[in-house]
Nanobody
Framework: QLQLQESGPGLVKPSETLIVTCRVS??????????WTWIRQPPGKGLQWMGA???????FYSPSLKSRTSISRDTAKNELTLQLSSVTPEDTAVYYC???????????????WGQGTQVTVSS
């Protein structure tokens, strides 16, 4: 049974680095038919695509977040990690790990979402 479980710090202080981990069970993050995507939703706002990674390739990032974002994978643990540095209160959001279907490397849709984890940036 596929499960995506995000784990985050809950509360982060401004200027620190936010780290969220996505533990995947029931599928392998090396599966070539999927991108693994990070999406966040600030309170009262829409979904924001942050970046994605696939097996055999390098991560892609939102241009607005690229300088602060790092997505990595640990295939031995079947985990994905999102790092967002120099955070501000504007980074307060629910952070989601999402499996994304692809055809010939092109993403065609989000097909499975984790529950998300709330991260608040505050002093």
């Amino acid at each position: 049974q596929l499960q995506l479980q995000e784990s985050g710090p809950g509360l982060v202080k401004p200027s620190e680095t936010l780290i969220v981990t996505c533990r995947v069970s029931g599928d392998s993050i090396t599966t070539p038919s999927y991108w693994w995507t990070w999406i966040r939703q600030p309170p009262g706002k829409g979904l924001q695509w942050m970046g994605a990674i696939r097996f055999g390739g390098s991560p892609f990032y939102s241009p607005s977040l690229k300088s602060r974002t790092s997505i990595s994978r640990d295939t031995a643990k079947n985990e994905l990690t999102l790092q967002l540095s120099s955070v501000t209160p504007e980074d307060t959001a629910v952070y989601y790990c999402v499996r994304t279907r692809e055809i010939n490397y092109a993403p065609i849709g989000y097909d499975f979402w984790g529950q998300g984890t709330q991260v608040t940036v505050s002093s």
